[in-house]
């Protein structure tokens, strides 16, 4: 199957996966998910949704919890929605890259609070 296909295919099952979190799952395990990618095998039988997941680490296990409990509402509405053939078989994978990014933001700045506290205490005061 061509790549374009598989590639545009990825983002509509994006976009509507992220439409059904947001307006139709009334799971109030739930809470702030953001649909980072999808990535599905060159045939659409398999797709990997990466998720990311904020709040409290009891928050996020609930809300995980509640994400793959509605894993065949989730798969049912994509058939739905995006005629293929075959509805790919979704599975949900935690992204943790928007905590890193927030890890690494935290680091530069508390960085740049030493520098700027060194070079107050260098410079001669008049």
Not at 50 to 61: N, P
Not at 76 to 103: M, N, Q, W
């Amino acid at each position: 199957m061509g790549q374009l296909r598989v590639e545009k295919v990825q983002e509509l099952m994006k976009q509507e996966i992220s439409q059904i979190i947001l307006r139709e799952l009334k799971d109030p395990r739930i809470g702030f998910v953001t649909v980072t990618s999808v990535e599905c095998t060159g045939d659409l039988r398999e797709a990997k949704v990466y998720v990311s997941l904020m709040g409290s680490e009891a928050q996020v296990k609930a809300c995980w919890m509640g994400l793959n409990s509605s894993l065949g509402f989730i798969r049912r509405e994509i058939g739905k929605r995006i005629r293929l053939r075959v509805t790919p078989e979704i599975s949900f994978a935690l992204d943790k890259s928007l905590d890193y990014s927030a890890h690494i933001q935290e680091l530069l700045l508390k960085i740049k609070a030493e520098e700027e506290a060194k070079h107050s205490e260098a410079a001669p005061e008049e």
